[in-house]
């Protein structure tokens, strides 16, 4: 791929702001056009910092309404050799595509072609992978499924939380848009389909707490699902908890296990929760209220 010149980047998310954060050392004899649109269902919504860093460095930007309205429009005023989605969750029309010569790179943050779709790092960490990591890949028809331009992974330690795997991934999409900028991409290659696997989308019901799973998978959807996403939920005597922190137990031998049932609480007030496999220790959570549910002073109740 040669050196691009005129950009339409499509950014969204805590990535798409670091990386119109990283624009200006990439300005020099460049055009860049900006579009977001507001995140929903996260706990923090990053359209007006990606807007306030476009109007800082003088970049155009456009709304998604207009990007959907007069996409063909844009990229005919700004003569765009590329379109670059960082944070992206919209689909680039056919007839928008062509007029950058299907040049629309797509960042994913898994390594293709595993967890192909939707909120893969949330997938990998509750999986319990070892290792994601970013993949640069020119859009196709079929989701995720286009030839790889770039790839780098990170590794998943077993504390990380959903905000660290975020942390550790947005250098990498900085570095993988600069390559795509200076023409530094190898020739696409196409994915091996025999190792395609698939992250489905996640939605407000994906919050909620199964007690039933091990203790290990709990604590890693707990781990998965905190800032910028809303917490994991479960249900204590009709009210809702999220739940923050949890600490995977040591088990026991039970007769009969009753998953959900509080087992017993700890010296400060932490109640160790029967799982479906193991035992786990809530370390920090509050009812939707934002009252805290630590300490608790009861013993004979049940998380649902």
Request: glycine residues 6%; aromatic residues 8%; contains cysteine.
């Amino acid at each position: 791929m040669e050196r691009l010149n005129s950009v339409v980047l499509c950014l969204a998310t805590e990535k798409g702001l670091a990386v119109a954060k990283s624009l200006d050392r990439f300005m020099s004899n460049r055009t860049f056009t900006i579009c977001t649109f507001r995140e929903e269902s996260l706990a923090e919504c990053f359209q007006e910092r990606i807007l306030s860093e476009a109007r800082r460095q003088g970049i155009r930007h456009v709304t998604l309404s207009e990007w959907r309205d007069s996409g063909e429009k844009i990229l005919c005023e700004v003569n765009a050799d590329a379109i670059i989605c960082v944070g992206w969750r919209y689909l680039v029309p056919d007839e928008v595509a062509k007029l950058v010569n299907g040049n629309v790179i797509v960042a994913h943050d898994s390594l293709l072609p595993k967890l192909r779709g939707f909120s893969p790092l949330p997938t990998a960490l509750i999986c319990g992978e070892k290792q994601t990591g970013v993949t640069f890949l020119r859009a196709s028809a079929t989701v995720d499924a286009g030839a790889i331009y770039w790839q780098k992974s990170i590794s998943i330690d077993d504390d990380d939380t959903i905000r660290d795997l975020i942390q550790k991934t947005i250098p990498l999409y900085i570095e993988g848009v600069e390559a795509a900028l200076n023409g530094a991409f190898s020739d696409p290659f196409p994915q091996n389909e025999a190792n395609a696997t698939y992250s489905v989308w996640r939605g407000q019901d994906d919050y909620a707490l199964d007690w039933s799973l091990s203790a290990d998978c709990i604590c890693r959807t707990i781990r998965a699902l905190g800032s910028p996403y809303l917490g994991a939920r479960t249900h204590l005597g009709g009210r809702e908890v999220i739940v923050a922190k949890a600490t995977v137990i040591s088990d026991l031998p039970f007769a009969i296990r009753q998953p959900g049932k509080v087992w017993s609480l700890d010296e400060e007030g932490c109640p160790i929760v029967i799982c479906g496999e193991g035992l786990l220790r809530i370390d920090n959570a509050i009812f939707a209220d934002g009252q805290s549910l630590i300490p608790m002073n009861r013993l004979r109740v049940r998380f649902q």
